[in-house]
Antibody, heavy 118, light 106 residues
Framework: QVQLQESGPGLVKPSETLSINCTVS????????WSWIRQPPGKGLEWIGY???????NYNPSLKGRVTMSVDTSKNQFSLKLTSVTAEDTAVYYC????????????WGQGTLVTVSS | AIRITQSPSSLSASTGDRVTITCRAS??????LAWFQQKPGKAPKSLIY???TLQSGVPSRFSGSGSGTDFTLTISYLQSEDFATYYC?????????FGGGTKVEI
């Protein structure tokens, strides 16, 4: 059974960079697309972007310029960096697997809450 | 971005009930719609993709239907473990977008 587990700092100061990792277990990170999705408290879900095992990326235009994703196939792990964060970036961040790159997600992590506050 | 309107936002039901949740897309999305179940503190669970195809291992009491702009998730015989929040998501248009969720409460 594929499992995804996010790990993040919990608290980030405004204007700093948010960094979260997602570790994949029970399956290989290779040959899949890996997405990040977030949900601010009391608000809807927003797709942030994906990375393929080759390192190819695709980011939501709403966040483009602030997002960087990377992948470490040796660790079965991928990562999200979001720069210049504000309170509006406070959210539960989820990682998810997309089998085809068609933006349909079959496995999700349980999410990690990141709060942006001084 | 494509708007997905999900209704109702919450509903109360009892075990054994038949429950129906709907999603309406602001433009036609063919059958590129998925449904997820989320319980507090747990990973969202994929239930259905392509509007009506059950993910492996999902009980047959869950079913999905629809095409174009109007879609339905039906739970034919509500079980205690089905009390959760359900989301739909379109993946026809870029970027993918989600409905606002339906909380199914006892």
């Amino acid at each position: 059974q594929v499992q995804l587990q996010e790990s993040g700092p919990g608290l980030v100061k405004p204007s700093e960079t948010l960094s979260i990792n997602c570790t994949v277990s029970g399956g290989s990170i290779s040959s899949y697309y890996w997405s990040w999705i977030r949900q601010p408290p009391g608000k809807g879900l927003e797709w942030i972007g994906y990375i393929y095992d080759s390192g190819n990326t695709n980011y939501n235009p709403s966040l483009k310029g602030r997002v960087t994703m990377s992948v470490d196939t040796s660790k079965n792990q991928f990562s999200l960096k979001l720069t210049s964060v504000t309170a509006e970036d406070t959210a539960v961040y989820y990682c998810a697997r997309d089998p085809t790159g068609g933006y349909s997600f079959d496995y999700w992590g349980q999410g990690t809450l990141v709060t942006v506050s001084s | 971005a494509i708007r997905i309107t999900q209704s109702p936002s919450s509903l109360s039901a009892s075990t054994g009930d038949r429950v129906t949740i709907t999603c309406r897309a602001s433009q036609g999305i063919s059958n590129y719609l998925a449904w997820f179940q989320q319980k507090p503190g747990k990973a969202p669970k994929s239930l259905i993709y392509a509007a009506s195809t059950l993910q492996s291992g999902v009980p047959s009491r869950f079913s999905g239907s629809g095409s174009g702009t109007d879609f339905t998730l039906t739970i034919s015989y509500l079980q205690s473990e089905d009390f959760a929040t359900y989301y739909c998501q379109q993946y026809y248009y870029y970027p993918p977008t989600f409905g606002g969720g339906t909380k199914v409460e006892i």
